[in-house]
Each structure stands twice: as structure tokens, then as C-alpha cells.
């Protein structure tokens, strides 16, 4: 599985679960259900064990994303900028001052178009969880008339 098959909340723990393994969704790596894992002088169960990979191997999903391509993100440089340093706990005045942008209201009209682009995520995978739904539906179904009327 990778990053764009997985759920939200898959995503946001960086890794998918399966009845046999952990699999990171950043780096592909699989730890084994049922084994305990050694760190120097710890060990750890899978479930710790990935969430500890994780850590080590790329900071954070929360790192490992806003590093990506605007392809993937959709975000501007300017949006990761600010982006990173909201998540880094920083106020509207400190944003402005390690940036160096215009001022304050500036990183709040950047804080308010995240917020809509939030708003419209949402909304477009609300749309597309409905098309996606109706396609499967087409797929299970081999015949027009057993697929109901269903109209788009």
C-alpha cells in the first residue's frame, strides 16, 4: 500500500496496519507483528517499534510531507514556509519576524488561506469519496440493471 491509498488517518500515523505487519507508508518498511525489537538496550513491541522508525528515519510525517513537491502538496513554498513554523508552535508575529515577510496581518491572511484550502480539501474528498463509492459499485456490478438508477 502507499501513501495515496491510504486513509487520513493512516497518512497522519505514517504507517498502515495489516493483520501481520506495520508497513511505513514514507519508506515501505515492514515490522512484523507478534516480534519484539531491539534499540541499544530497549526493546519495543511492532506497534512502538514502527511509530520509533518513523521518528528516526524522516523526523515526522508532518516533516516527511511538507517536504514534498507542490505536485503532491499543492502548497507554495511561502504556504510550507508558514506552514512550518505554525507547527512549530510560533505566533503570527514570530512567522513574520523568521520569514521576513510583510508583517503580522500578512501571516494571518496566510493562516486564513490555509484555512480555506483545509475547507476545500475536505470537500473535494467528500466528492470524491462519493465517485469513488459509485465506481465501485460499477465494478462489482457487471450489469446495468443491477447497478439500480443511479443517475450523476
Same mark, same amino acid.
Given at each position: 500500500?502507499?501513501?495515496?491509498?491510504?486513509?487520513?488517518?493512516?497518512?497522519?500515523? %505514517?504507517?498502515?496496519?495489516? %493483520?501481520?505487519? #506495520?508497513?511505513?507508508?514514507?519508506?515501505?518498511?515492514?515490522?512484523?507483528? %507478534?516480534?519484539?525489537?531491539?534499540? @541499544?538496550?530497549? #526493546?519495543?513491541?511492532?506497534?512502538?517499534?514502527?511509530?520509533?522508525?518513523? @521518528?528516526?528515519?524522516?523526523?515526522?510525517?508532518?516533516?516527511?510531507?511538507?517536504?514534498?513537491?507542490?505536485?503532491?502538496?499543492?502548497?507554495?513554498? +511561502?504556504?510550507?514556509?508558514?506552514? +512550518?513554523?505554525? #507547527?512549530?508552535?510560533?505566533?503570527?508575529?514570530?512567522?513574520?519576524?523568521?520569514?521576513?515577510?510583510?508583517?503580522?496581518?500578512?501571516?494571518?491572511?496566510?493562516?486564513?488561506?490555509?484555512?480555506?484550502? @483545509?475547507?476545500?480539501?475536505?470537500?473535494?474528498?467528500?466528492?470524491?469519496?462519493?465517485?469513488?463509492?459509485?465506481?465501485?459499485?460499477?465494478?462489482?456490478?457487471?450489469?446495468?440493471?443491477?447497478? %439500480?438508477?443511479? #443517475?450523476?
Amino acid at each position: 500500500m502507499n501513501l495515496f491509498d491510504s486513509t487520513l488517518s493512516e497518512i497522519k500515523n %505514517g504507517y498502515t496496519e495489516s %493483520g501481520k505487519a #506495520f508497513t511505513c507508508l514514507l519508506c515501505g518498511k515492514s515490522i512484523e507483528k %507478534g516480534m519484539v525489537y531491539q534499540r @541499544e538496550k530497549q #526493546f519495543f513491541e511492532a506497534y512502538k517499534f514502527i511509530q520509533l522508525h518513523i @521518528e528516526e528515519k524522516h523526523g515526522s510525517v508532518f516533516s516527511y510531507l511538507i517536504e514534498q513537491d507542490k505536485e503532491i502538496t499543492g502548497l507554495s513554498e +511561502q504556504h510550507k514556509a508558514v506552514m +512550518q513554523q505554525m #507547527f512549530e508552535g510560533k505566533s503570527d508575529r514570530e512567522i513574520q519576524e523568521v520569514l521576513q515577510i510583510g508583517s503580522a496581518s500578512t501571516v494571518r491572511n496566510h493562516r486564513f488561506s490555509l484555512k480555506k484550502k @483545509e475547507k476545500q480539501a475536505k470537500v473535494l474528498l467528500t466528492l470524491m469519496s462519493f465517485i469513488n463509492e459509485l465506481d465501485r459499485g460499477r465494478t462489482n456490478s457487471s450489469k446495468p440493471s443491477e447497478r %439500480g438508477n443511479c #443517475f450523476i
